[in-house]
């Protein structure tokens, strides 16, 4: 299996310089949007594609590809990853689905002077009036898919939710899929530390710029390989974030 994690475009929340002022769902900014559609096109034109590697042996050949062939796409339920999914859908013609695991560290919550106050996400109606054709699962109900009430979730529980995910992925190892997954950026550091077994640790971070690509092949169940880390070949200099 081929694993292909995007972190979404930028957000309002990535373009404030005050953490305080972050809103609890944040949307795309213009720029955002600009670089989920250059990231749809890049990848519906097959640039860039990597070639064909055999990790026992070190030889590789090029792949003569029309495209990426990405078979399964995944999207946070948060806005901002739904809004960075939708354009790589249509660029694609993949139907999404929502894996509501894979949203970011913390939930949707504010901090408030007062402390910090919770938020229900999108509802199911929300999501299907606004990103029509994105498949949602069983969590994602008419009240929304984050409890209010839990406020902000821990850094522990996050780190357990990532080893969750990555179970999951190892469980598919053996396919042929070439999954494609749009999420976050504390998420996407502990979901690779969970690969990796190298969790809790904090005392290093894999950064991710805005829609920055990471790719790591499941060579095996318990061997994998790491193509490359925070890939922004899709964006000119001046639009990375």
């Known amino acids: 299996m081929e694993l292909y994690i995007i972190r979404h475009a930028q957000s309002v929340n990535n373009a404030m310089p005050d953490d305080q ?24 034109d097959g640039r860039n594609r990597d070639p064909w590697y055999n990790p026992s042996t070190g030889y590789s050949r090029l792949e003569h590809e029309a495209d990426w062939g990405i078979t399964h796409l995944y999207a946070s339920p948060m806005t901002r990853a739904l809004q960075t999914c939708q354009p790589i859908a249509a660029a694609l013609g993949l139907q999404p689905n929502v894996w509501v695991e894979t949203h970011e560290h913390g939930g949707v919550y504010q901090q408030r002077p007062e402390g910090i106050a919770g938020f229900t996400g999108r509802t199911r ?43 999951d992925l190892r469980r598919r190892a053996d396919s042929d899929e070439r999954l494609l997954m749009v999420t976050h ?39 994998l390989l790491v193509r490359y880390l925070n890939r922004t070949a899709h964006l000119p200099p001046e639009k990375v974030s």
Do not use: C
């Open 21 to 44: 002022q972050r809103v609890p769902d944040a949307p795309l900014t213009e720029l955002g949007h600009e670089q989920a559609q250059r990231l749809a096109e890049y990848l519906r």
């Open 185 to 223: 950026g504390t998420f996407i550091d502990a979901l690779i530390k969970a690969l990796f077994f190298q969790l809790p640790s904090r005392a290093l971070f894999y950064l991710h710029y805005n829609t920055a690509i990471t790719r790591i092949d499941f060579v095996e169940r318990e061997r």
């Open 125 to 167: 109606a929300e999501i299907e009036d606004g990103f029509p054709g994105f498949l949602l699962p069983a969590g994602v109900t008419e009240q929304g898919w984050w409890n209010p009430a839990r406020g902000s979730e821990t850094m522990p529980e996050a780190i357990a939710r990532a080893i969750k995910v990555a179970a």
